[in-house]
């Protein structure tokens, strides 16, 4: 009989995967020209980042969900204004996207983020380059050219503008490696948006004042202030859909979810707009690349897993060697600290490949998943 835990589990799961293709979906309903035919992306991003920035506000000095981290005017200036510049760009261009190609071919050209980020980590000093890996982006890279190649409407602008997001977005995961984390600064999504989002908003202003603005001015819109509402309030879901997930599962799992839910999504994707069309070339391209992706993700999760070994057992000695002490020393002070916590984040700062990236929820912390982060999670989620 499957317990109340797994079932939970399960519906989080479920949760996760239909809000990650609801958000892509409706985002693409809401810019296409042919539908709601609101194109302006950043008009649309900008809406995004006010309303989570807002949320994200209430929730950590109103309602005190989570603390604040502590931030000093210089990590903000040298480390969050960069990253916010690159996750405002992301979206932007991301969302662009939509304008120009369909769902299903966007998603295949997600495929190329492991290439790019895997290029700016080498590029940054982050990470090494190793044959196997390099072999292995080789082979997504070839799977995303034919997947092109068997692109009907193929459109090279709509291709410049995702892949210019892919690229963004890169930068600003390796960004938040070197600057943040190396920092010992670990945000969770919610803290994330919290101090990301108002900047990001602000870096978007200038774009928009300029490109969108005067076409707003000039050419009537309709503006619905439901369905924006419920669009955003849908991408803030999201990450706080992932936050709970990767809490009860791990990141392993998640991927896992994604590959499930960009098969979903790229049939959904058929049969919502009928005007994108699958060929077989698109279905071959995108296996091949999806194939060396699972390959990345298994090799860097091994990286992993071989890391936290010795921290592991490290930490069991530790507890051993502790039990030891207290049976000698019942009143020592050693009993009053927590070794799950600093075993937890020794561990977390290794975890470098270990969290889940989902293309509408970039906040999700992509490198790492701290231990209080964990811990809050499984706490929420075990009310």
Known sequence: MISRQLLLTYLYLLIYICLSSGVILFNKW????????????ITLTMIHMSFSGVVAFFLVRVFKVVAPVKMTFQIYATSVIPISAFFASSLWFGNTAYLYISVAFIQMLKALMPVATFIMAVLCGTDKLRRDLFLNMVLVSVGVVVSSYGEIHFNVIGTLYQVTGIVAEALRLVLTQVLLQKKGLTLNPITSLYYIAPCSFIFLFGPWYLLEKPEMDISPIQFNYWIFFSNALAAFALNISIFLVIGRTGAVTVRVAGVLKDWILIALSTVIFPESTITSLNIIGYAVALSGVVMYNYLKMKDVTAIQLPIDNTADRATKEKKVVNIYKPDSSIDSIDETVVGG??????????????????????????HVTRTQTGGLSSR
């Open 30 to 41: 809401v810019l296409s020209p042919k539908y709601f035919k609101f194109p302006f992306p």
């Open 345 to 370: 984040v020794a561990v977390g700062s290794m975890a470098t490949e270990a969290a889940a990236v989902d293309e509408e929820a970039p906040l999700i912390p992509s490198s790492r998943i701290s």
